[in-house]
């Protein structure tokens, strides 16, 4: 329990200017209303919250708790209900002062960074060495390093570079009890540069694949493994979004690429997978897209029936950009792409200036998928996870399904039942899908939506085995126990390794 | 309107913290990335535009009290308005400064009075300026110069000084100047002199809005009485008082409203003002946040459900005053110009605004000496602006600095490229 006594105990670590429990400055950690499935926005309200600006200091905070048996939940940019407290009790755990690059490491292509340096910033710097890294979906205002150690880490770039947990090298760890624990070659002091050592490699337990949301210490650092940027080192954009006006290079190429249905649509994925081209991947559901873009417009459409079935004839599709080294690579990859397009029988759109500007560089610096809050307010995400590519196909026909009677329903946006937000990764081993529901939470009747969605899309998940485990995350506990048994018993396995690093579950994970 | 019709504007926000940062697009750098000073400063998630909206909608749910600390959030935070401007890249359906705005009225009706304001709003009511300096001594800076008294005659151009100017001495060389190359272009104008009054824009942002009201009355009438076409003000922060909140409380002015910089513009296009000379300068251009993105225009009021309203009424600072300075500097001889990182409607603030000046000076130094470090970085050896309030801050910060930039009005560098000589 916060006490009077562990509260000036941690006061005297980060001093009276870095730590507070006013109610009102605990209430703005506790306004959450985003990736959750039940209706409202409030969740627990912290007991504190403490603002530490060092490894040394998260550990004596994380020490503190430990010894009085005091919760605590840390986050870095903490957008999403996981990033707050699950319980009544939890100290909440700002780590927005500890904004650090680091090092960037232009020889051996790593960046080094501090929880709350964003993807934005990183990407910025990177780019002025000629290197480049993952940024996940949810956009460049986020943190590469929660993204690496700890959620996820799904983005565009993942056909080129993966998802986020292939990123991680050497990584800072305060475990549970306060201890500082070294990954990978940072853990026999040889630097950051590798994540498997010499030391020990413990990725697997750190984040398995989604990802522990803080429920395994806190991480105060991380290497990630950076890309060649072949684009130019400090790009010139005008513009905020919608508006953007650049030049793109000669050497990227951006294309819209559309299928007949979701078979030929998954062949050309495998194959441009096997062909190792693009640089960036990505579906964008045609129906959010619009309303993203141009609400007022798709409001209208939406009760065009003839023009709401010419527009999802493009929801076999995705956005493909492609960077090259040289013209004779740039050659190649588009002759290749042309070549698997048309023996699949699909669509390939070369896009055209302006709409090529706002394409490059808002899929380069992942600036636009923020506007699916546009028409409603907020969205949710069902259905859908990281599998092969035809099971991805599979989930969004029944995705499909599920979404157009919420809409017939009148629960959520019309946005044609268009699913899914997503892309290839890894060149082909696997395909992302989120199924991405629009919805406006201050309609009463809509804010309801997620739950019941969440559950349609769960029960459906395990009846026709269509796997897709990823969204479990923010179902808590009996969605876990829904999927857990038809897969692996990952949910088992995933507490026994909680218990054991965390036995008195201090290190709060709030949907689990 | 109160808080409460701001409720769902409250309840939209998403908590994704683009308040925080400069539009993603804009990111430029590790370093010049943020846009707010007040969540830079402070650090807790409150002090941030989301963080206030959460503060005021858990007011409105009755899970806290109005008390110190919610003035405080309130308070320490200079209106600047880039929160807004990083909000609505992603949103049509939020009023981030208004809902700040609301919250301070709410403070001043509920009696949660900030010292420094209440000060500042006696000065106003005694002696019709924010200083507290004799009301008599107001048209002062003008001695001299042969302008017309719009009291006793009639003038095309009313020139507002506004408070700063008027009783600034350090920059009275500025808007004097000013003055003079309006006149030198040509142009008739009139001042009311010691009858000039503030125009209340800051009472009403540190939320005492019958003050400014009281001040509306008397500047319409006073504007009218004077029979000119065309109001003129040096000040950013007057003229994005009477460009939007005038309008927007039902007071219209009924002449065009001008900024300085718009006018010499128009002069210097319509070839009334000559820039021959050079001015050997390396420069960067601070935009103010009332003359940018807070100096458009009001629209009118946008009735019922916000996602609805098109983007043509949303005030999201892109129509606010940037190309016309920079149209002047360039047109300048001799002149470079090299832009900060943070510029037009996501530029950073001077910290002058919103009552910080007057309550939290700590708060106004540090976002000026931020300015100051992003202004050097550019390799310019002056800044330019557009603003006595954001120059007072970049005079003062730069001081305490022990920096040797130097501050400039625009009005300056057209003055030295016109050939009209100082004072």
């Known amino acids: ?512 | 309107m109160t808080l409460d019709d701001y409720r769902l504007d409250m309840m939209g926000c998403s908590r994704c913290s683009m308040c925080k940062w400069v539009p993603l697009n804009q990111v430029k750098s590790w370093r010049y990335a943020r846009s707010c000073p007040s969540i830079s400063k402070y650090n807790f998630h409150a002090y941030s535009g989301s963080g206030k909206m959460n503060v005021a909608l858990s007011l409105l749910d009755g899970r806290i009290e109005l008390d110190e600390t919610v003035a405080d959030i309130a308070y320490k935070c200079t209106l600047c308005g880039a929160c807004d401007v990083s909000c609505k890249v992603y949103r049509d359906d939020i009023e981030l400064c208004e809902v700040i705005e609301e919250l301070r009225e709410l403070c001043v009706t509920e009696g949660l009075l900030i010292p420094e304001h209440m000060i500042m709003i006696d000065s106003m009511k005694k002696e019709d300026n924010v200083f507290g300096e004799p009301k008599s001594e107001r048209g002062n800076w003008a001695e001299g110069l042969g302008l017309k008294d719009v009291n006793s005659e009639s003038a095309d151009v009313l020139f507002h000084a506004g408070c700063r100017f008027s009783y600034d001495e350090d920059l009275r060389g500025k808007v004097r100047g000013s003055v003079r190359l309006l006149l030198d272009a040509g142009a008739d104008i009139g001042i009311a002199g010691k009858e000039e009054s503030c125009c209340g824009g800051r009472a009403y942002e540190v939320g005492y809005r019958g003050e400014m009201d009281n001040y509306a009355d008397d500047v319409v009438a006073r504007v009218k009485a004077s029979g000119a076409t065309v109001l003129v003000t040096p000040c950013s922060d007057c003229y994005s008082t009477f460009k939007y909140f005038y309008p927007r409380a039902g007071h219209e002015l009924g002449v065009e409203v001008l900024h300085i910089t718009e006018y010499i513009d128009r002069l210097v296009k319509d070839r009334r003002i000559a820039l021959s000379h050079d001015v050997p300068l390396h420069v960067t251009y601070h935009d103010p946040c009332h003359l940018g993105r807070r100096g458009e225009p009001y629209l009118g009021k946008w009735e019922g459900d916000k996602l609805l309203r098109p983007l043509s009424r949303k005030r999201a600072g892109r129509n606010g005053i940037f190309d016309q300075p920079r149209d002047i500097l360039k047109a300048i001889p001799g002149l470079k110009l090299s832009e900060m990182e943070r510029v037009r409607e996501y530029s950073w603030c001077c910290g002058a605004g919103g009552g910080v000046l007057e309550a939290h000076p700590d708060l106004a130094l540090w976002s000026a000496t931020e300015r100051i470090r992003e202004a050097g970085a550019t390799g310019a050896e002056a800044i330019v602006t557009a603003c006595p309030w954001c120059e007072r801050s970049f005079i003062d910060a730069i001081s305490e600095m022990g920096e040797e930039m130097a501050v400039y009005d625009l009005t300056e560098l057209v003055t030295m490229s016109a050939g009209i000589g100082g004072e």
Not at chain 1, 256 to 277: K, V
Not at chain 1, 362 to 383: D, E, H, K, N, Y
């Open chain 1, 1 to 512: 329990m916060m006490t009077d006594d562990v509260y000036r105990e941690m006061e005297s670590v980060v001093g009276e200017e870095n730590i507070s429990r006013e109610p009102a400055i605990l209430d703005s950690y506790a306004f959450q209303p985003f990736h959750r499935a039940e209706p409202g926005s409030w969740i627990h309200r912290p007991a504190a919250v403490v603002l530490p600006g060092s490894t040394g200091e998260v550990q004596q905070i994380v020490k503190i708790c430990h010894r009085n048996k005091v919760s605590y939940k840390a986050h870095s940019t903490g957008w999403g209900a996981h990033s707050g407290p699950g319980k009544e009790g939890v100290i909440q755990i700002d780590l927005r002062r500890m904004d650090r690059i680091l090092e960037i490491d232009e020889e051996n292509m790593y960046v080094v960074v501090e929880p709350y340096a964003i993807c934005a910033q990183v990407q910025a710097e990177l780019m002025k060495r000629g290197l480049n890294l993952h940024i996940i979906g949810a956009g460049s205002s986020t943190s590469p390093l929660a993204a690496c150690t700890s959620h996820m880490g799904m983005g565009f770039t993942g056909v080129s570079m993966g998802y986020s947990g292939r990123s991680v090298l050497g990584v800072e760890w305060v475990l549970p009890d306060g201890e500082l624990l070294r990954l990978g070659s940072l853990g026999s002091g040889s630097g950051w540069f590798c994540g498997d050592g010499p030391g020990p490699s413990l990725r697997g337990i750190m984040r398995g694949w989604a990802g522990y949301d803080g429920g395994l210490g806190v991480f105060t650092g991380v290497a990630i493994k950076t890309f060649h940027w072949p684009g130019p080192r400090e790009p010139e954009v005008e513009g905020l979004l919608f508006d953007t006006k650049t030049e793109v290079p000669d050497n990227f190429k951006v294309f819209l690429c559309y299928f007949p249905d979701y078979e030929r649509w998954a062949d050309a994925y495998y194959r441009i997978g096997e062909a190792e081209i693009a640089y960036i991947m990505s579906k964008n559901p045609i129906g959010a897209m619009i309303w993203a873009f141009t609400p007022h417009l798709m409001r209208k459409i939406t009760d065009m029936p003839a023009i709401k079935t010419a527009l999802k004839a493009a929801q076999h599709g995705c956005h493909v950009m492609i960077a090259a080294n040289s013209p004779g690579d740039l050659d190649y990859q588009v002759k290749t792409l042309k070549r698997i397009i048309e023996e699949t029988e699909g669509v390939l759109i070369d896009v055209k200036p302006p709409f090529e500007s706002m394409l490059w560089w808002s899929g380069v610096r992942v600036s636009a998928v923020q506007a699916i809050f546009r028409p409603g307010g907020t969205f949710f995400v069902g259905l859908g996870g990281d599998e092969a590519v035809d099971n991805t196909m599979l989930q969004a026909k029944f995705g499909e399904k599920i979404k157009q009677d919420f809409i017939d329903r009148g629960l959520i946006y019309d946005d044609l039942a268009d699913v899914m937000w997503g892309g290839l990764y890894e060149q082909g081993l696997f395909n992302h899908q989120e199924e991405i529901m629009i919805f406006n939470a201050r309609d009463p009747r809509q804010a309801k939506a997620p739950e019941e969605f969440a559950k349609a899309c769960a029960r459906t998940a395990v009846e026709e085995h269509l796997g897709g485990i990823g969204f479990a995350l923010f179902g808590g506990e009996k969605m876990h126990d829904l999927f857990s048994p038809v897969t692996s018993d990952y949910y088992k396995w995933e507490k026994k390794i909680k218990e054991t690093w965390d036995p008195d579950d201090l290190s709060n994970q709030t949907f689990r």
